[in-house]
């Protein structure tokens, strides 16, 4: 709770401070999941994180229970095919394989990625600006996530992004991740 009063105050500019906090989003998804995660980041400003995660164990993500296959991988012989499919049913399952901290976060943020609840991306930002302040949500509303996911083969198409080598990158407004009013599908395919 001190860190999110930290976070939204310095979002609400009332003080210097960061926004985000990489050091601690890294080490709250190393823990929480159990050691399936690793994670590392590091602060590119006060609102921006870059760096990597990586998964040990793909498979403890393939059959989570009530994740409403969010993930589906396949492997054969001659390439293979991952998709990601993010809705308001699954998305609280994946933020709590990933990090029970950060899903408490979201939640406190009212976020329907943590809590389920329907709501428009509009309704969302209303409902930040009137309990938090008007630039944590404008900063909700202009901000982006940028994923790099490293494939086994050379990758031959990727829906929703853009791709090179093994290489994909897909580009998520936040504020599309933490309504979810549509669901997110991204599918790559790879030889």
Avoid: H
């Avoid at 498979?59 to 993010?86: D, M, V």
């Avoid at 329907?118 to 008007?134: G, Q």
């Amino acid at each position: 709770m001190t860190s999110l009063i930290r976070t939204l105050s310095a979002a609400g500019g009332q003080d210097g401070g960061q926004i985000l906090d990489g050091n601690a989003i890294a080490q709250s998804m190393s823990v929480s999941s159990a050691g399936n995660v690793l994670a590392s980041f590091k602060n590119t400003s006060p609102s921006a994180i870059e760096g990597s995660v990586r998964i040990s164990d793909i498979s403890l993500f393939l059959t989570a229970p009530n994740a409403g296959e969010f993930i589906e991988f396949e492997q054969r012989k001659n390439g293979g095919e991952c998709k990601f499919y993010i809705d308001i049913n699954n998305g609280p399952v994946i933020l709590k394989l990933l990090s029970v901290e950060i899903a408490a976060y979201l939640e406190a943020l009212m976020a329907p990625l943590a809590t389920g609840e329907e709501m428009t991306k509009t309704e969302y930002l209303e409902l930040v600006s009137s309990i938090y302040s008007k630039a944590i949500s404008d900063e909700i509303a202009s901000s982006q996530l940028r994923a790099s996911i490293n494939f086994p083969g050379q990758i031959t198409s990727a829906t929703g992004g853009t791709f090179s080598g093994k290489k994909a990158e897909f580009d998520i407004p936040l504020l599309e991740l933490l309504v979810l009013e549509t669901p997110l599908v991204y599918e790559v395919n790879w030889k």
